[in-house]
DNA sequence: TTTTGTTGATTGACCAGTCAATAAAAAATA
DNA sequence: TATTTTTTATTGACTGGTCAATCAACAAAA
């Protein structure tokens, strides 16, 4: 009974199959078989059309990363100011749909398997890369370079600090506090002051 | 040829050798007879010390945790000053002994593997609530107890980032910066400044 | 009849954990 | 002291199970 054109919706289904049974696993030890069945399909198909599980994998981290870039590229439409800008990268970074346990638990994952996988690991620096460059966006407008980089790097080591620190916690994550806190560092770094005495 | 009081030593073997071979491949996916193998040993005899696999796993957690509060202690005992004391808990973390691929790519496999293991979990959580602690410690001194919280809070976050993001690059870690990263933003949050306009 | 979609069955590798057997030191017994 | 027994150390060989990957075969659309 082939209906034709399935592919794209196989291969989504199987990448969202694949999001789904990391973040219940909270590993990549996932099975092929688990993955194409929650996909509604036998694993010869998911062989079938990614070839390899490494394959599979890296399409879902690509995946994630594409949706992350999506949301990153909505977001900083929407802000004015150079400060607006800082302040939507980070918030992006803990909106409902990147701050979940399932996706939290898929990039841990993915970052511990980037220590053997080199495409993975090239993956993520992209990744590292555009969070940098997408501060610095707003930062450079406020900041000497020098100063900028470092916020940058700042930022960025905190966000992805509450990642792994969010994963060691149950029940919902909590947004709202991570950003309070990112913001804090940002408003005391980044606004005019004088020292006292 | 059973000289005895081997246990000991062996479990230390066996401990040392899950270490090095998790840093070398990067995760906790390592063979039982992987690790006998580097501690020179049959890969019975790992399970007759240690029964099971996640045994030895946790023993080699407790042993990374063990190591790193020594460290700690040592550390804190020649801090004179509160200000002093945050800057050795931080110093620490990214201590020679602490901050190698080896032990990095350890402790990053672990935090995966806690999603899954419930008691590896809970050893995670005594390390969070320890580094807490120990930056409270100091910075209790300097500020009032909810803002100490937050430059707690935001702190491990940066360590722990720092310690993720270091796992993406190759090559020796580069302590020095990371450390300047933290400082510089202690600096900013703990020194009195007052408002322009 | 070629292309696209799909699966059940199978293969081959790998690996955690078990077990029976061996050997030497220490303790108990004669 | 000489012996038997127990305890500690150690391994090779094996088992049962899991899983990625392959393949031949079937079905429907073009």
Redesign the interface.
Known sequence: MPKLGMEPLRRRALIDATISAIGE???L?VTMSEIAGRAGVSSALAHHYFGAKDELLLATMRHLLAELGADMKRALRSAETPRARVSAVVAVNFSADQFKPQTI?AW??F??????SMAL?RL??VY?RRLHSNLMNGLTAILPRGEAD?VA??T???????Y??R??KDGVPDAATAIA?VE??LH??L???????
Chains 1, 2 share one sequence.
């Not at 606004?191 to 005495?197: E, G, L």
């Open positions: 696993r909270g590993s030890d638990a841990l994952a970052y511990v398997e980037a220590q053997r690991r993520l620096r590292a470092k790097e700042t960025a080591a905190m966000i992805d600090g509450l792994i620190r994963a060691l806190l804090d560092y005391t770094r606004n005019p002051k004088k020292t006292m005495k």
